[in-house]
C-alpha cells in the first residue's frame, strides 16, 4: 500500500497519519499531520515539508489497529530506517 506522508526538512522524519483523528508530529516538533485517509490537515512551524509517499505491506485495517490500540509501529519514519 503507497501512503501520503510529509517529510520534515528540520530533522528528516517522515510522518503519515494512520486514522481520521490522527495527529502526529517529528522528533523536532516542526511538522504535524492529521486525517488518515479521510482528509489532510498539515502544519509546520519554521519550514514546509516535503510531499512524499512510504511504500508499506500492510493494509488500512492494520494502520488503523496501529493507532487505535497504541501500538505505535507505524506512522513516523526517522531518516535511515526506510
Not at 489532510?40 to 494502520?63: F, N
Request: with cysteine; hydrophobic share 30%.
Amino acid at each position: 500500500m503507497t501512503i501520503y506522508a510529509y517529510q520534515c526538512q528540520e530533522c528528516n522524519d517522515i510522518v503519515f497519519s494512520r486514522a481520521r483523528h490522527d495527529c502526529r508530529s517529528c522528533s523536532c516538533g516542526n511538522l504535524f499531520v492529521d486525517g488518515g485517509f479521510d482528509y489532510a490537515r498539515i502544519g509546520y512551524k519554521k519550514t514546509p515539508p516535503i510531499h512524499t509517499t512510504v511504500s508499506l505491506e500492510v493494509g488500512r485495517q492494520e494502520l488503523y489497529d496501529d493507532w487505535n490500540f497504541g501500538e505505535d509501529k507505524f506512522g513516523l519514519v526517522k531518516p535511515g530506517e526506510q
